[in-house]
Structure formats: C-alpha cells, structure tokens
C-alpha cells in the first residue's frame, strides 16, 4: 500500500478504495503503525510549526513560541494515537449491537481509514488562524465510515446510520478526553497556560 495512493483514493474514490481495503490483510498494529503514525507525525509538525512560528491571537494574547509548538504538537500526535486505538476496540466491542462482524483488525481498518480527512485537515494547522477549516474537513469521515461499514464489517443497510453515528460520537469523544487531560497536564488550557502579549 502506497500513502499517499491510499490517502487520495480513501477521499476521493472511498467506495471503490473499501472495496480494495476489505481485501487487504492488515492487524491493528500494522494500520496504526504504517498509516495513522506517519500522518498523525506530519499533522504534529504542521501544529508545531504553526503554533510554534506563526501563532494565533485570542483576545488580548497571542498563542506562539516554541514552548507553545511543543506542547500543541505532543497534544496532536498522542490525542490521535490514543484516540484511534481506543476507538478500534469499541467500535469492535459494539459490532454484534449492529449486527456486524466483530473483528478487531476490519475495526482497526475503518477507524484509521475514516480518520484520513482529520489527518490531513490537520496539515492546515501551519497556519492556525484557518486550522477550523481541517475539522471541518474532518466531518468528511462520517460519510466514509458510512461506507466503510458494508465491505468491511458487513453491516446491514438498515443499521449502518447508526453505527456510524455511535462510531463517529465515540471518536469524538475519546479524543477530546484525551486532549484535555493532556492540556490539563502540559499546562495549554487558555486559564492556566502562558501567553505573550502582542
């Protein structure tokens, strides 16, 4: 598998490109490890250098410096690391609530590949005043989960929105949970963190 083939056909051609992953023989290491890390690393150096040279004003303060950067990035980098792995487990978990093939690796599979928008949405954090515009292009995910969900954990038609639903709000949870304990321990929430006037 080629990153950069997978990342464009998952966004741009995601009904043929499931079809092509349900074929594919990956464990949830081998996903995490060839897919969500290289981008999850990328993604975290775009926060860093968009936090850590350029930064954005909130009010009166101005989030920038390389202190800054680090500390954005490490929340990036683990807040995705974490959330993908601990999602892979619940949307396995959930998979006979469904009606669906309960496989940890087909899990693995759809939450790595239903990430991608969010993967590269954070890119645009190298420039953080428009980095809103990567979570939106995050929401992307949704559908591709939707279409995910046939080929690769067999689900049926009339269970899918559902599933994607509870998936998609479960993702959404762990990874803010995640990304508040570590803003919480690395001292970025905006009530404890420090900021440069300018």
């Known amino acids: 598998m080629n990153l950069i083939e997978r990342v464009k056909n998952i ?26 890390v290289p ?50 487990y619940v949307v396995d978990a959930l998979a006979p609530s469904f009606g669906s093939e309960k496989n940890i690796n087909k899990s693995a599979q759809i939450v790595a590949y239903s990430y991608t928008p969010s993967l590269v949405g954070a890119f645009l954090t ?7 515009l990567g979570s939106l292009f995050g929401l992307y995910g949704i559908y ?27 993702l959404i949870v762990i990874s803010m949970i995640v990304g508040t304990i570590l803003s919480a321990i690395l001292g970025t929430n905006v009530g404890a963190s420090k900021f440069t006037i300018g």
């Open 11 to 36: 966004i741009v051609t995601p009904k043929t490109e499931w079809e092509t992953i349900s074929g594919e023989d990956q464990n949830l290491a081998s996903v995490i490890t060839t897919y969500i």
């Open 39 to 88: 981008l999850a690393i990328v993604g975290a150096v775009c926060t860093f250098i968009g936090y850590g040279f350029i930064g954005v004003s909130v009010g009166f303060f101005k989030m920038k410096g390389i202190e800054w950067g680090i500390k954005m990035a490490i929340i990036q980098l683990v807040s995705v690391l974490i959330g993908a792995v601990v999602t892979t």
């Open 126 to 132: 190298i420039f953080p005043v428009i980095s809103i």
């Open 144 to 170: 591709l989960v939707y279409l995910g969900l046939g080929p690769m954990k067999k689900t049926p038609d009339d269970k899918k929105v559902i599933y994607m639903i509870v998936t998609f709000v479960v």
